[in-house]
């Protein structure tokens, strides 16, 4: 096949921002740069069969950062309502996850929550670029065009929400109370005395839940 009938659509800040994957890609394949509403990277199929995988690329930091300001819940939904194989790659060690309670949470609750994602991982940036031309391989012929975002969002305190929830001892509704009461909860902005406080005034939460929350977040 003909290098050009492989396009792979790169997001024109991540482009600038990780310009040795688009170096990498660009010896196979052509490459076609442009703002993108969702996803890094878009392949678009073309010819009788159509459909688009769209590729969310985040390093483990990144992602850390947009599980706890809830950036990453909105960014799910319209990976998943705009494409017809959505992708997060996650880029990096998840050893930070298995030592916070919250963020392992926030993993599975992706895994669950989602049913039409996939959640890939690489190593490092070669090994995210491995994947994306794998991808593209597997596709096959693919275009310029882009699918257009569907205009859906969560409420960022929605996300807070379904992350509490992944804690042992709390559901919904005890979530919504403890973040009427500490609405900064996940800034971690309290002193630790200040928290406690606030903690002890929701009803019905077990003292090993406010002692784990105090681990987590005092």
Not at 74 to 90: F, G, M, R
Not at 110 to 123: E, T
Not at 199 to 204: A, D, N, R, S, T
Request: with cysteine.
């Amino acid at each position: 096949m003909k290098k050009q009938e492989r396009v792979i659509i790169i997001d024109s800040r991540e482009a600038s921002t990780c310009p040795e994957i688009k170096k990498l890609l660009s010896k196979h394949f052509t490459i076609d740069i442009q703002p993108l509403e969702s996803a890094d990277y878009v392949l678009s199929k073309t010819g009788k069969m159509k459909g688009s995988i769209g590729i969310e690329r985040k390093t483990v930091n990144d992602l850390l950062s947009s599980i706890m300001d809830g950036r990453l819940f909105n960014q799910v939904i319209k990976l998943c309502d705009t494409y017809e194989y959505p992708v997060l790659l996650i880029e990096g060690s998840l050893y930070p996850f298995k030592s916070d309670p919250v963020l392992l949470g926030s993993y599975i609750s992706l895994l669950y929550s989602f049913k039409k994602l996939k959640v890939a991982h690489s190593r490092d940036v070669r090994g995210s670029v491995r994947f994306i031309s794998r991808s593209a391989l597997y596709i096959g012929p693919t275009g310029h065009s882009v699918p257009k975002v569907k205009k859906k969002a969560v409420d960022p305190k929605d996300a807070r929400v379904m992350m509490l929830t992944c804690l042992k001892g709390i559901g919904e509704r005890k979530a919504i109370e403890i973040l009427q009461r500490a609405p900064r909860l996940f800034s971690s902005i309290y002193a630790k005395a200040d928290l406690k406080k606030r903690l002890e005034e929701v009803k019905g939460l077990r003292k090993e839940t406010r002692q784990l929350l105090l681990e987590i977040f005092g």
